[in-house]
C-alpha cells in the first residue's frame, strides 16, 4: 500500500524557516513527479512547487518562487521543502503528492496525498 507520511510543519513568526520532509513508500520512486501543495481554511488545496521524475527539474507557484526549494533523494524516498522568509500567507495545511510519469502542476494528475502537516505562520 503506497504511503506518503509528511512531516516538519509547526509554528513558526514570519520571517523564519522551516524544512517540510515527506517520505514516501513507493516503488520505482525515481519514476514519479513529487509535487507539494497546500491548502488554507476556506480556500481550494493549490500547487506549491514539484520536482519531475525525469532528473529533478523543479516548478514553483509565483507565490513562492525565490523562497522555497523542492528537492529529492531518490536512495531515502523522500521529498523535501524548504521554506524561507515565511509570510503569515503561507499558513495551510501543507500535503505531498505523488505522480508516475507526469509533469504538471494540476492536483489532478497526482494520484497519491498524504495526510498533511500544518504550518502556521504568526505575525
Known amino acids: 500500500q503506497v504511503q506518503l507520511v509528511e512531516s516538519g510543519g509547526e509554528l513558526v513568526q514570519s520571517g523564519g524557516s522551516l524544512r517540510l520532509s515527506c517520505a514516501a513508500s513507493?516503488?520505482?520512486?525515481?519514476?514519479?513527479?513529487m509535487g507539494w501543495f497546500r491548502q488554507a481554511p476556506g480556500k481550494e488545496r493549490e500547487f506549491v512547487a514539484a520536482?519531475?521524475?525525469?532528473?529533478?527539474?523543479?516548478y514553483y507557484a509565483d507565490s513562492v518562487l525565490g523562497r522555497f526549494t523542492i528537492s529529492r533523494d531518490n536512495a531515502k524516498n523522500t521529498v523535501y521543502l524548504q521554506m524561507n522568509s515565511l509570510k503569515p500567507e503561507d499558513t495551510a495545511v501543507y500535503y505531498c503528492?505523488?505522480?508516475?510519469?507526469?509533469?504538471?502542476?494540476?492536483?489532478?494528475?497526482?494520484?497519491?496525498w498524504g495526510q498533511g502537516t500544518q504550518v502556521t505562520v504568526s505575525s
Open positions: 513507493l516503488q520505482s520512486f525515481s519514476t514519479y513527479t
Open positions: 520536482i519531475s521524475w525525469r532528473g529533478g527539474t523543479t
Open positions: 503528492a505523488a505522480g508516475q510519469y507526469i509533469t504538471t502542476r494540476n492536483r489532478d494528475g497526482y494520484d497519491h
